[in-house]
């Protein structure tokens, strides 16, 4: 089975903080995913990457950047930490037209 | 761009009966992907099912099953001998067929209660 785990499932951070959301998958998987979902909003995707030191902007990346080093990791980056982006983050990896989910990090600023 | 509607915020069943849950996507694709995923409380999402927009007949998985329709893009997922399990945030989600991996849209999503 595939499997997505993220670094923490739940986080307190303070404005303007830098944080840092892991995300690592098993599967030898060539893209991986940075989704946040918020009640009534769904999930919107933030930052995805298709193969090591590749990235692309999602919907939404305002705020955040992304790191992928090596194929098996990818990190989301909130350089400072805002109130407006407690959020519950999700990663998620890809073959082809299949997305595998991790559990999420439900992230606070305060 | 393509975007996804769900217009049922939480919806409720009782054990064992029968529950639709409607999904309306606009794209001007021909080509695309449709997905159901399920996210349990406090548990990960996993995908339901899948459908591809070049096949007439409609996706079914055991007790899930959709109703696709291309010229209406409406793609609505029905949910037989509903269980307490089946309880869970539902999220319709569309995707481009880019012949490689590509990102998903989703809707936002309708909350589902099994009752008994």
């Known amino acids: 089975d595939v499997k997505v785990t993220q670094s923490s499932r739940y986080l307190v951070k303070r404005t303007g903080e830098k944080v840092f959301l892991e995300c690592v998958q098993d599967m030898d998987h060539e893209n991986m995913f940075w989704y946040r979902q918020d009640p009534g909003l769904g999930l919107r995707l933030i930052y995805f990457s298709y193969d090591v030191k590749m990235k692309e902007k999602g919907d939404i990346p305002e705020g955040y950047s992304v790191s992928r080093e090596k194929k098996e990791r990818f990190s989301l980056i909130l350089e400072s930490a805002s109130t407006n982006q407690t959020s519950m983050y999700l990663c998620?990896?890809?073959?082809?037209?299949?997305?595998?989910f991790g559990p999420g990090t439900r992230l606070t600023v305060l | 761009a393509q975007t996804v509607t769900q217009s049922q915020p939480e919806m409720s069943v009782q054990e064992a009966e029968t529950v639709t849950l409607s999904c309306t996507y606009d794209?001007?694709?021909?080509?695309?992907?449709l997905f159901w995923y399920k996210q349990p409380p406090s548990r990960q999402m996993i995908l339901v099912i899948r459908q591809e927009a070049y096949k007439q007949q409609n996706a079914t998985e055991n007790r899930f099953s959709v109703n696709f329709q291309k010229a209406a893009k409406s793609f609505s997922l029905k949910i037989s001998d509903s269980q307490l399990g089946d309880t869970a945030m539902y999220f319709c989600a569309f995707m481009r067929d880019t012949g490689t991996a590509s990102k998903l849209t989703f809707g936002t999503g309708t909350r589902l209660q099994v009752t008994l």
């Open positions: 998620a990896s890809s073959f082809f037209n299949e997305q595998f």
């Open positions: 794209t001007s694709e021909n080509n695309y992907y």
